[in-house]
């Protein structure tokens, strides 16, 4: 084979493995700054792109998604002069990546920093207890101060957490002492509570109970009442219907007695006799009428007669 035709296949050997060498696929989430003869050029998104060989070149590989920062415990002073340990975590992604790029020399670095000095201010600033009950105060401040000073390089903080804080083992015991009493506290008034409300069911209780005793003994007395009521009424009834009998039968036997005609001398004997039965009472003095008084003499004479005929 010619060593001219053997120099062209190398020549174009060598062209196609530069031609592929510049052919760049860049992946989704993806962005790669392009810098030509030594200066910013163009940033490549997801796709296929070609880049010039000898004078391009690709200066950074960006990722566009969120990045998660997890920093070391920072040492800080409270306005008290406590001092802890907090550590946090900053939420952040890249939405220029020319200013991410040449922005700041270590954009890791920066942001750990800013956020140790920007944690310090904010908790000077607070006493223990403030510090440890204003978490989403601190987050809040902390994330509007990091991304406005973030913005020149191209970065977004999403979100900034404390993630631990750790005070000096004194406060710690004496925290722990504090809710310990505390939870003893809410413990006495939960039983003091339960206490009075059940000494208020109880009495409640006793109250419904003789108020439903008294009900009872009221309706008790009620329906005895009636029940004597209706008992009289009923003697009543009867004794009313007794007279009416006795009545009727009065009415009956002088009915009877003048249907059957009685001579005087029938109606004088029978007066004779009821004031026999008369003097067979405990009266001392009883008046006779003249009328009887002769029959009376009539009948002794009678009875005299009588004797003398037995003999």
């Not at 208020?200 to 309706?219: C, S, T």
Request: net charge negative; proline share 3%.
């Amino acid at each position: 084979m010619p060593g001219g035709i053997i120099a062209l296949i190398v020549v174009a050997v060598v062209l196609l493995i530069i031609l592929v060498s510049n052919i760049h696929i860049v992946p989704q989430a993806h962005a790669y700054v392009i810098e030509r003869l030594g200066a910013y050029h163009d940033t490549w998104h997801t796709g296929l792109h070609v880049k010039m060989p000898f004078i391009d070149r690709i200066a950074k590989k960006v990722s566009l998604m969120e990045k998660v920062a997890d920093f070391d415990p920072q040492a800080v002073i409270t306005k008290d002069n406590v001092k802890m340990q907090i550590d946090t975590v900053v939420f952040f992604r890249i939405t220029d990546c020319k200013l991410y790029t040449y922005g700041v020399e270590n954009p890791m670095s920066a942001i750990e920093n800013l956020t140790a000095t920007t944690l310090r201010n904010i908790i000077g600033e607070l006493d223990l207890d403030g510090t440890l009950t204003s978490r989403d105060i601190i987050n809040t401040k902390m994330r509007t101060i990091l991304d406005e000073a973030t913005d020149p390089w191209g970065i977004k903080v999403n979100r900034v957490e404390l993630k631990n804080i750790m005070p000096p083992r004194e406060i710690q015991d004496a925290m722990e002492k504090q809710m310990k009493a505390e939870r003893e506290r809410r413990e006495q008034i939960l039983r003091a509570e339960g206490e009075k409300n059940s000494t208020i069911l109880v009495a409640e209780g006793k109250k419904q109970a003789m108020i439903l005793d008294a009900e009872a003994q009221k309706q008790k007395q009620i329906l005895m009442a009636e029940a004597d009521k209706e008992a009289k009424i009923r003697q009543a009834e009867g004794e009313a219907e007794a007279i009416l009998k006795v009545q009727e039968a009065t009415a009956e036997g002088i009915r009877k007695i003048n249907e059957s005609a009685p001579t005087d001398a029938v109606i004088k004997i029978k007066s004779l006799e009821a004031f026999e039965k008369a003097a067979d009472g405990k009266a001392t003095k009883i008046i006779i009428p003249s009328e009887i008084q002769s029959l009376a003499g009539l009948a002794t004479g009678l009875v005299e007669v009588a004797k003398k005929d037995e003999k």
